[in-house]
T-cell receptor
Framework: GQQVMQIPQYQHVQEGEDFTTYCNSS?????IQWYKQRPGGHPVFLIQ?????EVKKQKRLTFQFGEAKKNSSLHITATQTTDVGTYFC??????????FGTGTRLTVIP | DADVTQTPRNRITKTGKRIMLECSQT?????MYWYRQDPGLGLRLIYY???????NKGEISDGYSVSRQAQAKFSLSLESAIPNQTALYFC???????????FGPGTRLTVL
């Protein structure tokens, strides 16, 4: 079955350092989405990538979709304490439902 | 998202009890989902519904059942709760036109 692996599971960074989380799928994806879940909160949609090799930016966040549409990454430049939370990727393969990755929990040390 | 509500927000129950978690949405979306979240396992799909008369099993449906009473309401039942069903449960909705899912605030369920 479809699997979406996400690494690392946890990441602690000093405020101002960069952060990257990686998502890898066992199957080719139609699209990939990224969600953020603040501590005690619920997942909130950040962005969707559809095209092979696509790169999108949201302020300090950069999202990439791999050329083979099997992997993706989220990079945060100069982390801030407001970036804390768990980041999930979620991929769709064909007409199937979204399959969520295991998430990366980011802690930012002031 | 305030447009998707879940009740109760927290529940502690005992093994063997029947529990119902409810989800309501005012977004007018046709598609609704139930997920459970466990540490290190991410979000796993329990059941989903594309319309009032449409119910589909997800990745981990054993031990759960659902009811889509109206387009705006989707309930999850645990017929006989067991401790390994202790988890955070999320309802989500989306419209058929996009893939973006909107999550409710979650229900934290503890089965003793």
């Amino acid at each position: 079955g479809q699997q979406v692996m996400q690494i690392p599971q946890y990441q602690h960074v000093q405020e101002g350092e960069d952060f990257t989380t990686y998502c890898n799928s066992s199957t080719t994806l139609s699209n990939i989405q990224w969600y953020k879940q603040r501590p005690g909160g619920h997942p909130v949609f950040l962005i969707q990538l559809v095209k092979s090799g696509e790169v999108k930016k949201q302020k300090r966040l950069t999202f990439q979709f791999g050329e083979a549409k099997k992997n993706s990454s989220l990079h945060i430049t100069a982390t801030q304490t407001t970036d804390v939370g768990t980041y999930f990727c979620a991929g769709r393969a064909g007409a199937n439902n979204l399959f969520f990755g295991t998430g990366t929990r980011l802690t930012v040390i002031p | 998202d305030a447009d998707v509500t879940q009740t109760p927000r927290n529940r502690i129950t005992k093994t063997g009890k029947r529990i119902m978690l409810e989800c309501s949405q005012t977004k007018g979306h046709d598609r609704m989902y139930w997920y459970r979240q466990d540490p290190g396992l991410g979000l796993r799909l329990i059941y989903y519904s594309f319309d009032v008369k449409d119910i589909n099993k997800g990745e981990i449906s054993d031990g759960y059942s659902v009811s889509r009473q109206a387009q705006a309401k989707f309930s999850l039942s645990l017929e006989s709760a067991i401790p390994n069903q202790t988890a955070l449960y999320f309802c989500a909705t989306r419209t058929s036109g996009t893939d973006t899912q909107y999550f409710g605030p979650g229900t934290r369920l503890t089965v003793l």
